[in-house]
């Protein structure tokens, strides 16, 4: 098993900044695909970022040019650095670790202001 632990979320007012940071308890195997998605209320969950274990990244439309995903292997961690924020990128943001099983953590809330 792996616990995927979230940090860094919180309430920004609109253009501002916030990094997501999520660590895994333990080391990954390789090939793996870590990613934040995010679900805002009354909505689906939907895919914000992913980065393979090889650095190959993909972005949702709506979040390019603003957010920038990065890991480090030998941390285990995955970071989400979300720039020019908009009020509709207010929602619970989850980590995601997918290694033949998927994962994910307990979600951290961000809120944008207008």
């Known amino acids: 098993q792996v616990q995927l632990v979230e940090s860094g979320g919180g309430l920004v007012q609109a253009g501002g900044s916030l990094r997501l940071s999520c660590a895994a308890s333990?080391?990954?195997?390789?090939?793996?695909?870590m990613g934040w998605y995010r679900q805002a209320p009354g909505k689906q969950r939907e895919l914000v970022a992913v980065?393979?274990?090889?650095?190959?990244?993909h972005y949702a439309n709506s979040v390019k040019g603003r957010f920038t995903i990065s890991r480090d292997n030998p941390k285990n961690t995955v970071y989400l650095q979300m720039n020019s924020l908009k009020p509709e990128d207010t929602a619970v943001y989850y980590c995601?670790?997918?290694?033949?099983?998927?994962?994910w953590g307990q979600g951290t809330q961000v809120t944008v202001s207008s």
């Open positions: 333990r080391s990954i195997f390789s090939p793996n695909v």
């Open positions: 980065i393979t274990s090889g650095g190959n990244t």
């Open positions: 995601n670790l997918r290694t033949g099983e998927d994962y």
